[in-house]
């Protein structure tokens, strides 16, 4: 086949093989064993006609008549039970492939970092982790039943009709390579057409991602017709695509049946000449054309089976773009686990910038002692955000270095450090699940009475009782079923039963209205106290209380202290408190 010199899917292939098929050569093998016996089979019914038109139709030979029947029905009867076992080995082969291939994406995805993960659309990832994943399905469980059945039958066709009639064999097949070539510019084809495909699948998955999150908004500003005009778009292109795809992929079947056509005429004309001639009998001359249509079927789906390895090895393709994404932030090798923290944080001249070359922070330096609650103020784009994706470690520091209780976070384990983290962030995420689910999330051995202590906590437990379910009660897709106001404090049971030493607190009540956000408040108050606490707030009435304030500009830190000190020095916190003070007022 075409496909299995193609340069583009080489390393795709070489891959599937060696991680796959290599790995399941025992059910491959049981299904190779189905097959040939039914490839015999229908070889072994094409070579019966000789016997069958000479001895019992010719020459009226009684005694022929019931073995040759019962030979007939039991190679249908075997073909039919290694037919379904070779399709029942093949479907466990084939769906045990794209299952651990579909896992080992998720996988790799779950645990790429955040700066890999973003590279990629959410749309397109879902596009491959289902679009192309079918698409590779089809080629598995199709494909590997067709090449290798139909490879067999094919083969042992040609040779019960070489072994009928040499001459006739080199007649019929000689028109074969009229069709290799047209076959494999059409395999090329497709593959870019089916490139495309994906690629439009992929918009369109992000498409539909961007809409149903962003349904309120396009609703408010009454754009439902612009956006089913984009949705039209996007599928009249995917339209084409297939239908082109179609249309050359059918191409190959009027070429076969045209080629078919002009060898069994020929092969008519001149064994039908031999047997008046004498030299051949009918029995032989039936029995070859039996062999010949007979291999028709397979052999027109080995010369269609190109364009169906094309698309699904270009699905494959981008799978393993996937696979070979490395993430940047990885453990280091025998990483040690962080010991319990006491909570003292330390920035040592923190440099970072993002992909794009933006300059996120310079130089920041500070530390937090145990227990304490800091605030990072500043204007949009200062480097607060970056700051707590630093310490999650979600990105590492261009330069110098961020250490908790002296332990450099790049040296201990990524999973050992946010254990000891908690983030309660003003985009609140919560999971299609029940209440009680959510707030045990990454702790699922908690019990319902610690979930209840930790709602409690968090002044969730009222509104809990009161759904439907209780802490059973589903709470739809991100909480759509809540308030913003429950959501919130759902997000904050939950870092409450997380009970880390280390809080971070990323605008957490700024989406809130003001009744909503006082509860909220006070159930921060409750989780702020004995820990460590880093919060960044747009509001900076809400930070008044904390311990120390550090002031970010561009990326720099430009003042720290407490709130009446910066107030006095006038600089630019106090242009930030004016400044919000008169927007109040």
């Known amino acids: 086949m075409a496909v299995l010199f193609n340069p583009h899917f080489t390393d795709v292939l070489k891959a599937l093989i060696r991680e796959y098929v290599c790995t399941r050569w025992r059910v491959l093998v049981r299904a190779g064993i189905c097959m040939v016996i039914s490839a015999a089979c229908l070889v072994t019914s094409t070579k019966l ?71 990629i659309s959410t749309g397109d990832l879902i596009s491959r982790l289902t679009n192309d994943v079918s698409q590779l399905r089809y080629m598995v469980t199709s494909a590997f039943i067709r090449i290798g059945k139909d490879t067999l039958t094919v083969l042992g066709l040609i040779g019960v009709a070489f072994h009928n009639d040499p001459e006739l064999a080199c007649i019929a097949l000689v028109i074969l390579p009229l069709v290799l070539w047209p076959g494999r510019k059409i395999g090329h084809r497709v593959r870019k057409i089916a490139a495309k495909t994906q690629n439009e699948m992929g918009e369109w998955s992000s498409f539909l991602a961007q809409c149903f999150q962003g349904i309120r908004i396009i609703k408010a500003y ?92 270009s699905a494959a393709q981008r799978l393993y773009a996937i696979l070979k994404t490395r993430p940047k932030i990885v453990d280091y090798a025998e990483a040690p686990l962080l010991p319990k923290s006491e909570g003292r944080l330390s920035f040592e001249s923190v440099h970072f910038s993002y992909g794009s070359g933006f300059k996120a922070l310079s130089g920041v330096s500070f530390v937090v002692d145990p227990g304490k609650k800091v605030a990072l103020v ?146 921060l108050n409750r989780l702020i106290k004995g820990r460590t606490t880093l919060v960044i707030a747009h509001r900076l009435a809400t930070i008044l209380d904390a311990d120390e304030i550090f002031v970010l500009d561009k990326g720099r830190l430009v003042e720290r202290g407490k709130h009446d000190d910066l107030l006095a020095h006038g600089e630019t916190y106090a242009r930030l408190y004016t400044s919000q003070t008169f927007q109040r007022e």
């Open 49 to 119: 006609i000789q016997p069958m038109v000479d001895d019992i139709l010719i020459r009226k030979e009684a005694a022929q008549l019931f073995p040759i029947s019962v030979a007939f029905f039991c190679t249908f009867v075997l073909k039919g039970l290694c037919d379904y076992g070779e399709s029942v080995f093949l479907a466990r082969f084939g769906q045990g492939v794209l299952t651990d291939l579909q896992v080992r994406c998720f996988r790799h995805i779950m645990h790429a970092d955040i700066e890999s993960f973003n590279a």
């Open 378 to 523: 500043g204007a949009s784009g200062a480097g607060k955000s970056t700051l707590l994706s630093l310490l999650l470690r979600f990105y590492d520091p261009s330069e110098g270095r961020i250490l908790i209780d002296g332990q450099n976070i790049s040296k201990v384990t990524q999973a050992s450090l946010r254990q000891a983290l908690s983030l309660v962030s003003q985009e609140i995420f919560l999971f299609d699940d029940t209440v009680r689910a959510n707030i045990a999330y990454g702790c699922p051995e908690a019990s319902l009475q610690t979930i209840q202590e930790a709602a409690q906590a968090a002044a969730a437990h009222e509104f809990i009782k009161d759904l439907p379910q209780g802490y059973d009660t589903p709470i739809g897709e991100n909480g759509g079923n809540l308030s913003g106001g429950q959501r919130q404090r759902l997000s904050i049971a939950r870092a409450m039963l997380k009970n880390a030493p280390i809080l971070l607190l990323d605008e957490a009540t700024s989406a809130l209205d003001g009744r909503s956000e006082q509860k909220v408040q006070q159930a």
């Open 222 to 313: 009454g754009t439902e017709a612009c956006e089913t005009d984009r949705a039209a778009g996007i599928m009249t292109r995917v339209y084409n695509l297939t239908l082109r795809s179609t249309q050359v992929r059918s191409i190959v079947h009027p070429l076969i049946e045209i080629v078919s056509g002009i060898a069994t005429c020929l092969v008519v004309f001149i064994g039908g000449w031999f047997v008046i001639q004498g030299t051949r009998t009918a029995g032989a001359l039936f029995s070859f054309l039996g062999a010949l249509v007979a291999s028709y079927r397979p052999l027109k789906s080995l010369l269609t089976l190109n364009a169906l390895l094309q698309e699904g090895l």
